[in-house]
Structures are given as structure tokens and as C-alpha cells.
């Protein structure tokens, strides 16, 4: 088991605490930080949180949500948070069009 558990956080980009939370929810262990897929969807699901009020609380509805057995916490997760970026780009896009509309007078 690692010892010291903020160096592993810090190269994913994590605080402790929100890298214990997602480690506790995802029921994680070490191994994770050798498998480079699950440590990218890590560092990608930290990035995501890094821009939520409370990460924790999202950790915990979304991972609550998961109700497939055979869909890990970890893909249920990094799932939704590729979904919300997706969202958030095709709002932004949607606006940018919606702007170049009215220079034709919609």
C-alpha cells in the first residue's frame, strides 16, 4: 500500500482530500496509479472537478447513480464527466452560432 498518499494525489492533480473521496467511492487501491487508462480517466475526472463548487458531493451522486453491476465506478464516473464536457462545448458552440445569427438579423 503507498504510504504517502499526496504524492500520487499531486501527480494526478488532486488535493487529498478529493483523491481519498474519489479513491473511497471508486473503491480504488494503488494499483490504479500503475494502469495508465485508469490513471488518465483519474486525471481527467480531477480536471472536471477542479471546476465543481463541491466535488465531493458530485463524487457521491453520480457514483450513487451507477445502477449497471457491470460498469465500474471508475467508467461510470469518467463517463459522465466526458458527457458534461461535451455539453458544455456544444452549449459554447450553440451560443457562438447563435451570435454569427444575428449579424443576419435573427
Same mark, same amino acid.
Given at each position: 500500500?503507498?504510504?504517502?498518499?499526496?504524492?500520487?494525489?499531486?501527480?494526478?492533480?488532486? +488535493?487529498?482530500? /478529493?483523491?481519498?473521496? !474519489?479513491?473511497? &467511492?471508486?473503491?480504488?487501491?494503488?494499483?490504479?496509479?500503475?494502469?495508465?487508462?485508469?490513471?488518465?480517466? *483519474?486525471?481527467?475526472?480531477?480536471?472536471? *472537478?477542479?471546476?465543481?463548487?463541491? =466535488?465531493?458531493?458530485?463524487? +457521491? /451522486?453520480? @457514483?450513487?447513480? #451507477?445502477? #449497471? =453491476?457491470?460498469? &465500474? #465506478? !471508475?467508467?461510470? !464516473?469518467? /463517463?459522465? @464527466?466526458? !458527457?458534461?464536457?461535451?455539453?458544455?462545448?456544444?452549449?459554447? /458552440?450553440?451560443?457562438? *452560432?447563435?451570435?454569427?445569427? &444575428?449579424?443576419?438579423?435573427?
Amino acid at each position: 500500500m503507498i504510504e504517502n498518499f499526496s504524492d500520487p494525489f499531486e501527480e494526478m492533480g488532486a +488535493d487529498i482530500e /478529493t483523491g481519498v473521496k !474519489l479513491f473511497q &467511492s471508486l473503491k480504488l487501491g494503488p494499483a490504479e496509479f500503475k494502469d495508465a487508462q485508469k490513471f488518465g480517466r *483519474l486525471k481527467s475526472i480531477v480536471e472536471f *472537478l477542479k471546476e465543481h463548487p463541491d =466535488p465531493t458531493f458530485l463524487i +457521491d /451522486t453520480v @457514483t450513487r447513480s #451507477n445502477q #449497471n =453491476p457491470e460498469r &465500474s #465506478n !471508475l467508467d461510470h !464516473l469518467w /463517463t459522465y @464527466t466526458e !458527457l458534461k464536457k461535451k455539453e458544455v462545448e456544444a452549449k459554447a /458552440t450553440i451560443e457562438k *452560432l447563435k451570435k454569427e445569427l &444575428s449579424y443576419y438579423g435573427e
